[in-house]
């Protein structure tokens, strides 16, 4: 959703968050041009970076900053490589929202992650914690088997995330592997019957909170995708 600032009176009842979520979705939906709309369909990588946003991520193949949301109009990105310094990521992702804030009908962005709390470093599966606390992989939380211990690091990962600004977590894994070749085995917590104990404890990325103004949802059981309820410049802790 565009600002969540109210605009009362303005007639732009999407900005407006004062009115309910149908309402501003279904006036923002009569706005956007079909251009617009295709971009909200894709979720392409975006490489973490310190200022320059006309910097295109040649490692990756993909375009600037700028020209991703300016001109191709997407809205939803995968945050790729490790991120090292805290500050240094929720500046730039308040960079980002400053130029999305600044397109046409001001949408902000999504930034989604995948799992950055534990040791693997494998581009497209998993980056090391770099500035985020550290913990054991997912497979290594299946090995202690505790319930408890899932819960704190799901609640801590989710306050983290939140700080800098990242929204749409890409994990745990819930699926039991069946493909060893699969990169992802390790987002997993392994047997059927691990899995059933110590997945609710993970929905603690869901819990909501006043401070956060976030909310949690979860399409699948393997996907957990953080919602923000407005916008707000992100300072890391």
């Known amino acids: 959703m565009a600002q969540g600032t109210s605009t009362a009176g303005t007639g732009e009842d999407y900005r407006n968050a004062e009115l309910d ?5 279904d006036d923002l939906l009569d706005r956007m041009s079909l251009a617009e709309k295709a971009g ?52 730039w992702h308040n960079r980002l929202q400053k130029l999305a804030s600044e397109t046409r009908l001001g949408i902000p962005i999504t930034l989604s992650t995948d799992p950055r709390h534990h ?3 494998n581009t497209g599966t ?29 609640d801590i990962a989710r306050r983290e995330y939140l ?3 990242l929204r749409l977590a890409l994990h745990p894994q819930i699926d039991l592997a069946t493909e060893p070749r699969w ?3 390790n987002g997993g917590f392994g047997v059927p019957t691990v899995a059933k104990k110590l ?15 976030c909310k949690v949802l979860v399409p699948d059981l393997r ?3 953080i919602v923000a309820e407005e916008d707000r410049p992100y300072s890391a802790l």
């Open 199 to 213: 997945r609710a404890s993970m929905w603690s990325l869901r819990r909501n909170s006043q401070a956060d103004a």
């Open 40 to 91: 909200m369909l894709f979720q392409t990588m975006i490489v973490i970076g310190s200022g320059d946003l006309s910097a295109p991520g040649l490692a990756f193949g993909v375009g600037s900053a700028e020209h991703m949301i300016q001109t191709q109009l997407l809205t939803h990105f995968n945050l790729v490589r490790t991120a090292e310094d805290a500050k240094v990521l929720a500046e």
């Open 223 to 225: 996907t957990v995708v």
């Open 183 to 185: 990169s992802r085995i």
């Open 163 to 165: 700080a800098v600004g």
């Open 21 to 25: 979520v149908e309402r501003r979705v």
């Open 126 to 154: 998993a980056a090391t914690a770099g500035a985020f606390s550290q913990w054991p992989e997912t497979l290594g939380f299946a090995a202690i088997g505790s319930a408890d211990l899932v819960e704190r690091f799901a």
């Open 119 to 121: 040791f693997t470093e």
